[in-house]
């Protein structure tokens, strides 16, 4: 059985598609990352797992439950971490965490799962003085009440420093090995590729790739990623570079260009930076990397966007 | 139960509240206030029930302070969490959202209770070891009917948040609520009372203006609540005589405490959040 299942989900916000004819299976036990950039549809199709949101077309199936008829059973089994909430402000983190716990209908400690996500020091305090990080880890010490057999996690590491993170990460694996499916989304990479073992793409509503990381790898071909050492380079001058055959992208951060390609691009690429007046002091090609992948199905105005998201 | 999981996680974050505690000690000041400007003159006696059914504490300070009360503590419960985003919390746990209606409709009404309780409470141990004759079967008749009313405005307030997604139709609602069933319920029932009594009446209405004006009195909460909280003070709830009219006073309370979170649970359920 499928743990999520999206059949044909299409969802209009008026004038406005977010998601356009959505499917899209989750093996039970998997870790799927949801990747994409701002606005893609990611937390559109998260929201209609849970049913905050309908479908305006298509049908939503979650741990084998109709997401919208069902969904307080869907729910019962399901830990989330949602995006853009907030907390209980007058509320302490255990009461957070007991209201979990009843509301779930379970028994659990919740000192052991505030230790869990790093908070057993801030159990007694009021949840309105929590940082964006504490938030984010009480929301997850909720999710995790009752052990689900599915968790949903929408953008997780936002709010949270490297080693909140790792910490999210170390606790995404031990929830897979206990069983669990997780599905969370992301647009911040490195996060994803250490933990996912299937991936899905969403680009303006609509998915462009779903795999293993083995296989996007693959489906990639043989895409490199050339990393250029140059004098100065703005991002108007790479335009010529992305108009080149078997350019998939490229960005820059001033003092190095960074091309995801065919190997045979490669020369070419050079030839177009110098051609723009660009000197090139190296350069050297690195395996395909996740980041690169992206880049090649997400369209290069999300390079924009990871710059600022880090 | 799920909603009265709800209802308790609400009523402790709502009694946390600054305001609530503001209005709890602001309550007890003015029934205490109420309780000494009408204490008896020596040598006289007078019982807790007819300070209790006095214009002070009956007209003045329950049915005007009270849907006040009410709608400050309720007006925000569904429409607040959702600009917030702590809806998205509360649902992502298994509360169905009219689950999340009518458990706010229980918590805020326990959470407006407190401070009525306490404000009455307090002048009731004054008043029972003071000079007046305390009732203290009336006294607490007369406070669950004064949490009934609350509640039946919590009602019409929870039902209106959760029709709502802006947070300023939301406080411009329960402003208008107010004005709608305290000065401006008067305003019109008053001019209506002089004409009818002048001898005009409503003749393409199938009813006399007794009838009307009786109806109107009915329709509003503070109405059903005098009529009820006055005949339990004076030992006439539920008499033979006036029994349709008390019955017919204790429906429609029911009636607000029911139908506002239902409608606006409709509109709630049907809402992308």
Not at chain 1, 279 to 294: K, Y
Not at chain 2, 41 to 58: D, Y
Not at chain 2, 96 to 104: A, C, I, L, N, T
């Amino acid at each position: 059985m499928a743990a999520i299942e999206l059949d044909g989900v299409t969802k209009r916000y008026g004038e406005v598609t977010a998601v356009s004819d959505l499917s899209l299976s989750v093996p039970e036990g998997a870790v799927f990352g949801f990747l994409g950039p701002n606005g893609a549809g990611k937390s559109t199709t998260i929201n209609m797992l849970l049913d905050f949101v309908r479908p305006t077309d298509g049908t939503v199936r979650v741990l084998g439950r109709d997401a919208q008829d069902e969904s307080v059973d869907v729910r019962r089994h399901t830990g989330v971490l949602p995006e853009g909430f907030d907390v209980y402000g007058r509320l302490t983190g255990r009461k957070h965490v007991e209201f979990a716990l009843d509301s779930k209908e379970v028994d659990g400690d919740p000192d052991a799962l505030l230790d869990r996500v790093g908070l057993a020091d801030a159990a007694e305090r009021k949840a309105g003085g929590y940082s964006k990080g504490m938030r984010q880890r009480l929301a997850l010490a909720m999710a995790l009440a009752g052990d689900p057999d599915l968790l949903v996690l929408d953008e997780p590491s936002s709010g949270l420093d490297p080693q909140g993170a790792k910490e999210m990460r170390e606790i995404v694996r031990a929830e897979a090995e206990r069983g669990a499916t997780v599905f969370f989304s992301s647009h911040v990479l490195g996060q994803v590729e250490a933990v996912c073992d299937r991936v899905g793409i969403l680009r303006d509503g609509q998915l462009v790739a779903e795999d293993s990381i083995d296989g996007l790898r693959d489906a990639v071909g043989g895409e490199e990623t050339l990393v250029v050492t140059v004098d100065a380079a703005s991002d108007e001058q790479l335009a010529a570079v992305r108009a080149l055959e078997g350019v998939a992208g490229a960005s820059t951060d001033g003092g190095t260009v960074t091309v995801s390609c065919d190997p045979d691009a490669k020369t070419a690429v050079i030839g177009a930076l110098e051609e723009e007046g660009v000197t090139v002091t190296d350069f050297q090609t690195e395996e395909a990397s996740l980041e690169d992948l992206f880049l090649a199905y997400a369209g290069d105005e999300t390079a924009a966007q990871r710059e600022v998201s880090r | 139960m799920s909603w009265q999981v709800v209802a308790r996680k609400d009523f402790e974050d709502a009694v946390r509240s600054r305001w609530l505690i503001a209005l709890t000690a602001f309550f007890v000041l003015l029934v205490g206030a109420v309780v000494f400007v009408v204490r008896p003159a020596p040598g006289e006696t007078v019982s807790s029930s007819q300070v209790l059914n006095s214009l002070f504490i009956k007209d003045a300070l329950v049915t005007t302070l009270v849907p006040l009360i009410a709608l400050v503590t309720a007006y925000n419960a569904v429409v607040g969490e959702r600009s917030s985003g702590s809806l998205k919390l509360l649902l992502s746990l298994p509360h169905s959202r009219s689950d999340v209606v009518f458990g706010k409709v229980l918590g805020r009404s326990a959470a407006f209770a407190t401070p009525v309780v306490v404000g009455f409470l307090l002048p009731g141990i004054v008043l029972a070891l003071g000079p007046l004759q305390f009732d203290p079967v009336a006294f607490l008749g007369f406070t669950l009917l004064v949490v009934l009313l609350g509640a039946a405005f919590v009602s019409i307030a929870v039902g209106f948040s959760s029709a709502t997604a802006s947070h300023r139709l939301a406080v411009a609602g329960a402003i208008g609520i107010y004005f709608l069933f305290v000065p401006l319920w008067g305003a019109i029932q008053f001019p209506l009372q002089l004409y009818f009594g002048m001898g005009g009446g409503p003749a393409w209405l199938p009813l006399t203006g007794t009838e009307v004006l009786r109806f109107l009195r009915l329709l509003n909460p503070t109405g059903s609540f005098k009529i009820l909280s006055g005949a339990f003070l004076g030992d006439q709830l539920f008499a033979s005589d006036v029994l349709r009219l008390h019955v017919a006073a204790l429906s429609m309370l029911v009636t607000w405490l029911l139908v506002p979170p239902l409608l606006g649970y409709v509109r709630f359920e049907s809402a992308d959040l």
